[in-house]
């Protein structure tokens, strides 16, 4: 059928029936959709939306369009964890060695950035040598022996989806909820997952900036995956203020391992487990092991994931995964002699002294866009070495001229740039006034499938 007639029926507020969705997903993937056209179609359903069975018809139709995984014989559950997409998210870094570490296995499929948020993909393309696209016998091969393995998303693996992906993150149809549903799922679907757990980001800084979106997300995520057979909770969790102390690719990476390892002994700076990067990684984790078995209640699984934080296991998996996929194999030992720095580092100074009380997120992340850390357009190149460090907390007081960040950037110019859209980003009020921190966990979605 032809493309422009399927265009028109969503233009005009109409439901697609299967074999129209079919004939897009098909359209995508053989190159007889042209970009124009996939951008149309994008525009009209985050335009007109679309209905559950719509959703549930473009999620298996791009799941089907290319490898389906399979983990026969896996001594353990098959788990995975996604984010909505966040400014400063880097708990798939943390979580999927910490789940392994605990008795599941996380094959986990990761994507590039989005719009302003950073994706786990990038991150892991910092460190020297690491593959993203290992091939299906190696990548069976670590899940099963390493017990993780977190990689982009393969050529065969939802390659409509792949398209899709790149041409909504350039034409301002990223909100989407049905859209976002079908695109997360697709994948999750296709790699062969009996349980996951989803961190809907809620706030100033995540594509669902409202309470009401959120809830509509975390529902119509929870409601499709459980309908196609894959138990799957959401929680959503805060993006009013960048989660943790450091965003941009090679920065969040070492933020990472010094989560893992516990480092705090890196000179001028506040380098232990920041609280709310903590409590996140913490709740989502024993969402994922009770869904798995591997734990009676969440009370018991946080207890069990401290305890492979604290011993050293789960740095130990993130290690062994590294090496496997062909990294370096003392990246924790000594992850400055590996991760990219960018030449110049300046710090961002608090115009005045007072409580820092509110963050606007998202120009936060765009500020790293535009230092090179993110895409404007689909197939930029990246400059990993680029973002902010040392971010200072809400909540937290500051002197005047006391940095809220530090810039690392490939130029002075830039830095100048990023310096007064952080400032401009940033609220701060005279100590004493009032001020009410968010929980960083809001809520668990009604829709729970336990």
Same mark, same amino acid.
């Given at each position: 059928m032809l493309a422009q007639e399927i265009i028109r029926v969503k233009r005009d507020g109409y439901a697609l029936s299967v074999d129209q969705v079919q004939d897009f997903v098909k359209g995508l993937v053989d190159g007889s959709w042209s970009e124009g056209q996939v951008a149309a179609l994008a525009m009209a359903i985050f335009l007109r939306g679309m209905g559950r069975d719509e959703c549930v018809a473009l999620t298996h139709a791009m799941m089907h369009s290319g490898r389906v995984m399979t983990w026969s014989n896996m001594p353990g559950p098959v788990l995975d964890k996604h984010s909505s997409g966040g400014v400063g998210d880097k708990v798939s870094l943390m979580l999927a060695p910490m789940i392994a570490a605990c008795g599941g296995y996380v094959p986990m499929i990761s994507g590039r950035g989005l719009g302003h948020t950073g994706g786990t993909c990038d991150k892991l393309e910092a460190i020297p040598g690491y593959t993203t696209t290992p091939p299906p016998e190696l990548l069976d091969q670590i899940v099963r022996t390493v017990g993780c393995a977190i990689i982009g998303q393969t050529s065969d693996l939802a390659p409509a989806d792949r398209r899709f992906y790149a041409t909504r993150d350039v034409t301002a149809t990223v909100e989407s909820v049905p859209l976002i549903t079908a695109s997360i799922l697709s994948k999750k679907l296709a790699a062969g997952l009996q349980g996951l757990v989803m961190d809907v980001k809620c706030g100033n800084g995540a594509f669902a900036d409202s309470r009401a979106m959120a809830d509509e997300l975390a529902n119509s995520i929870v409601a499709v995956a459980n309908g196609s057979g894959l138990k799957t909770t959401a929680l959503i969790t805060d993006m009013n203020q960048v989660l943790g102390r450091e965003v941009g690719n090679a920065l969040e990476v070492a933020e990472a391992i010094r989560y893992l390892t516990g480092d705090s002994s890196v000179a001028g700076r506040n380098t232990g487990r920041e609280a709310r990067l903590h409590e996140v990684t913490l709740a989502l984790g024993a969402e994922l092991l009770v869904l798995g078995g591997l734990a009676a209640n969440t009370t018991a699984a946080r207890a069990q994931l401290q305890v492979v934080l604290d011993s050293g296991a789960a740095a130990e998996r993130f290690a062994r995964m590294v090496s496997a996929l062909g990294g370096p194999a003392d990246l924790l030992e000594r992850p400055a002699a590996y991760l990219p720095a960018a030449p110049v580092v300046l710090p961002v100074?608090?115009?005045? &002294? =007072? $409580?820092?009380?509110?963050?606007?997120?998202?120009?936060? #992340?765009?500020? $790293? $866009?535009?230092? #090179?850390? #993110?895409?404007?357009?689909? =197939?930029?190149a990246l400059d990993l070495r680029v973002g902010l460090s040392q971010m200072r907390q809400l909540g937290e007081h500051l002197e005047a001229g006391e940095p809220i960040a530090w810039v690392h950037a490939a130029d002075r110019a830039s830095v100048v740039r990023a310096a007064a859209q952080l400032q401009a980003a940033c609220t701060i009020t005279e100590a004493g006034s009032p001020w009410s921190a968010t929980p960083c966990v809001?809520? &668990?979605?009604?829709a729970d499938s336990r």
């Open positions: 100074l608090a115009p005045r &002294s =007072g $409580v820092l009380t509110a963050m606007q997120t998202r120009d936060i #992340g765009l500020a $790293v $866009v535009e230092l #090179g850390g #993110g895409r404007r357009k689909a =197939g930029d809001m809520a &668990s979605t009604a």
